[in-house]
């Protein structure tokens, strides 16, 4: 069999934190630049939750589903400093609120 005639698969690359969430690449760096974005205009100590820090287009084309499966990658970068937030108020509360770090 010629090899131009070949069809490759396509691969999709998954990202696995530790929590145990696994997300595709493509959607956890989309979803890090709206974060990183968000906080680079996030005044301190303002309170705040995920979906303000995302804009509305991104937010509101993801399921339910989806939408608390980023819920938990936020909340695994803010607890491991790996982004300049912190949890207001209870951190094992389903509805997290986040600040930007002084």
């Not at 995302?54 to 803010?78: D, E, H, I, N």
């Amino acid at each position: 069999m010629n090899s131009a005639n070949r069809i490759e698969p396509e691969v999709e690359l998954i990202v696995l934190l530790r929590n145990g969430v696994e997300l595709p690449k493509v959607e956890h760096d989309e979803f890090r630049c709206e974060i990183v974005d968000a906080i680079r205009w996030l005044p301190t100590g303002v309170t705040c939750r995920i979906d303000h820090l995302v804009t509305p287009k991104f937010w509101l084309s993801k399921s339910s589903r989806k939408r608390r499966l980023l819920g938990r990658v936020l909340a695994y970068w803010v607890a491991n400093g790996e982004l300049p937030l912190e949890f207001v108020g209870d951190r094992r509360r389903g509805n997290k609120r986040y600040r930007r770090k002084t």
